[in-house]
């Protein structure tokens, strides 16, 4: 059953809070749409075009809980994370599966991610990968942006678990860091004092905000740098 979506922007809509309290985003790009942290079933999504990549922010259950679905029935459709959560996938400890009651291994992703690499999506679209080790060692987030002509535009930010409005990820499981996390926040600090104030600003968890609202909240916070 197709569940419902909200939109953020033209080309980006989210399940809030879909699985596990996680939301789930879409980018539809120029013919192919690219699926962020692939908890719902393929039968939950509306697909407006194919979709064309499973990018997961971090390996924990609850945002990567349908992936090995995904891959069953769109095998051709590549699944990228970032390296540091690779020792996550066959450990239900550590991806967490086993304390939802669902034990799981997942499938290993066609192609693994490390910090500064460029993800090119159709058209004019594509992602700035940004390793924020804390809550998990690969977390990761996302910028999106957009060719226009002579100029590139920033869309949104994808941040998984490392930044929520108002607040950010645990770092007390097992492959969690405190010092880490705050180097992390302040380099997210750093990108997103850089951007429009009105830039999204799109959590794992909680509820979407923007740029000069989360700069705030970090600067209140400490992470000000």
Same mark, same amino acid.
């Given at each position: 059953m197709i569940k419902k979506s909200y939109q953020i922007t033209d080309e980006l809509r989210y399940y809030r809070e879909a699985f596990r309290s996680c939301n789930v985003y879409v980018l539809t790009c120029f013919d192919s749409e690219i699926l962020f942290d692939p908890s719902?079933? @393929?039968?939950? $999504?509306?697909?407006?075009? @194919?979709?064309?990549k499973l $990018?997961?922010? %971090?390996? /924990?259950?609850? /945002?990567?809980?349908?992936? &090995?679905?995904w891959k069953e029935e769109y095998p051709d459709v590549p699944f990228?994370? /970032? *390296?540091?959560?690779?020792? !996550?996938?066959?450990?239900?400890?550590? &991806?967490? =599966? $086993?304390?939802?009651?669902? @034990?799981? =291994?997942y499938v290993k992703p066609d192609r693994i991610l490390k910090d500064g690499d460029i993800i090119e999506l159709d058209g004019q679209y594509y992602l700035d990968v940004i390793n924020t080790p804390g809550h998990t060692m690969g977390s990761s987030c996302?910028?999106?942006?957009?060719?226009?002509?002579? &100029?590139? +535009?920033?869309?949104? !930010?994808?941040?998984g678990d490392t930044l929520f409005d108002r607040g950010w990820g645990r770092t007390d499981f097992t492959t969690g860091d405190d010092t880490l996390m705050r180097d992390s926040l302040m380099r997210l600090?750093?990108?997103?004092?850089?951007?429009?104030?009105?830039? @999204? +600003?799109?959590? *794992? %968890?909680?509820?979407i905000t923007n740029a000069a609202d989360a700069c705030r909240f970090l600067t209140a916070m400490g992470f000000a740098s």
């Open positions: 719902l079933s @393929p039968d939950s $999504i509306e697909q407006k075009r @194919p979709i064309s $990018i997961a922010t %971090h390996a /924990h259950y609850d /945002h990567i809980g349908m992936v &090995n679905k990228l994370m /970032h *390296g540091g959560d690779l020792v !996550m996938l066959d450990d239900t400890m550590l &991806n967490a =599966s $086993i304390y939802f009651g669902r @034990p799981e =291994s996302f910028m999106i942006f957009r060719r226009d002509s002579d &100029n590139t +535009v920033p869309l949104a !930010m994808i941040t600090y750093r990108i997103l004092s850089k951007m429009p104030d009105d830039l @999204p +600003v799109c959590a *794992g %968890h909680s509820a």
